[in-house]
């Protein structure tokens, strides 16, 4: 069963303001991944990290930072929103070594910027 | 351009029948495949997974069949129970050429009538 955990479940925020999508899991997966989502797309990786301290943008350009200073926690930072970050934003983490492992996902944050 | 397509936006099947989906690929470099389930406000579930080195997968009701001349795979699921209407994504990743970033489709979203 896996354990990760996303902050909040929805945001209506307005424009210009900062924010911080949480993202922690319980498992000790040293890789972590951000996704974006709108409705009816692929899930498009954002942002990535394989441990502490190691970070690296995904294949869509995204505005946002994400740090990664705990194994455990992953948060993901817009620091000026715009209507156009309105979208789902998912978090998954997996297991480390040579092989693919399944990626597990958080509920996710829908967030909208009005 | 779309590495991995689902083609078919949607499937409506009735319970007790074969739900059959479909995903297509593009990048040869794709050698490990993965289905996802995504019920409404949750992240993604892992379903099942197939590496290149074999044809099928089964777990359960779902086998997953993968036909890499084509670069074709699909998910069976019999028999088809309500609980089971969701939106399925297919992932690829290129684990051996060192990417452990999935690749996801859109999306298909299947409806299992009682």
């Known amino acids: 069963e896996a354990d990760i955990y996303q902050t909040p479940r929805y945001l209506v925020i307005g424009t210009g303001k900062k924010i911080t999508l949480e993202c922690s899991q319980t498992?000790?997966?040293?890789?972590m991944y951000w996704y974006q989502q709108d409705p009816g797309m692929e899930l498009h990786l954002i942002h990535y990290?394989?441990?502490?301290?190691?970070?690296e943008k995904g294949d869509l350009s995204s505005e946002s930072t994400v740090s990664r200073i705990r194994t455990e926690h992953f948060p993901l930072t817009l620091e000026s929103a715009r209507p156009s970050h309105t979208s789902q934003y998912l978090c998954?983490?997996?297991?480390?070594?040579?092989?693919?492992?399944?990626?597990?996902f958080g509920p996710g944050t829908r967030l909208t910027v009005l | 351009d779309q590495q991995v397509k689902q083609n078919s936006p949607s499937l409506s099947v009735q319970e007790g029948r074969i739900s059959i989906l479909n995903c297509d690929y593009t990048?040869?470099?794709?050698?490990?495949f993965l289905w996802y389930k995504k019920y409404p406000a949750e992240g993604p579930t892992f379903l099942i997974s197939i590496s290149s080195i074999k044809d099928k997968n089964e777990d359960g009701r779902f086998t997953v069949f993968l036909n890499k001349s084509a670069k074709h795979l699909s998910l069976h699921i019999v028999p088809s129970q309500p609980g089971d209407s969701a939106v399925y994504f297919c992932?690829?990743?290129?684990?051996?050429?060192?990417?452990?970033?999935?690749?996801f489709g859109k999306g298909m979203k299947l409806t299992v009538n009682p």
């Open positions: 992932a690829a990743s290129a684990a051996q050429g060192g990417s452990e970033k999935l690749v």
């Open positions: 990290s394989y441990g502490v301290n190691s970070t």
């Open positions: 498992m000790g997966h040293d890789k």
């Open positions: 990048n040869s470099m794709f050698d490990y």
């Open positions: 998954a983490s997996s297991e480390p070594g040579p092989v693919v492992y399944e990626q597990f």
